[in-house]
């Protein structure tokens, strides 16, 4: 089992910036992948950016403006949020993929608002 708290969200300008985060606890030995994702109201939920060892990925429409980051001393996951469009608002749920023998299990943290104002 993965336990996640994330926190830090808000009400932002756009322009502005937030950095969410995430502590895990749990058996975080087990964990392959974490990241962050988001469902704005009426949308499916999407892959915002992922981190699996030092390799990162990100949605095309946060490149340069989000990144992602872990401090394995603490099992924390960050995700700071440079330049947030109206756009950006949404819910965002940190996550963790734990491989077992009958497949990934997917972990969530029950998430945290993100509203960035025109």
């Known amino acids: 089992q993965v336990q996640l708290l994330d926190s830090g969200g808000g009400l932002v300008q756009a322009g502005g910036s937030l950095r969410l985060s995430c502590a895990a606890s749990g058996n975080i030995r087990d964990v392959k992948a974490m990241a962050w994702y988001r469902q704005a109201a009426g949308k499916q939920r999407e892959l915002v950016a992922g981190?699996?060892?030092?390799?990162?990925n990100y949605a095309d429409s946060v490149k340069g403006r989000f990144t992602i980051s872990r401090a394995n001393a603490n099992n924390i996951l960050y995700l700071q949020m440079n330049m947030l469009k109206p756009e950006d608002t949404a819910v965002y749920y940190c996550?963790?993929?734990?491989?077992?023998?009958?497949?990934?299990?997917?972990?969530w943290g029950k998430g945290t608002l993100v509203t960035v104002s025109g």
């Open positions: 981190i699996t060892g030092g390799t990162t």
């Open positions: 996550n963790a993929e734990v491989p077992t023998y009958g497949g990934d299990i997917m972990y």
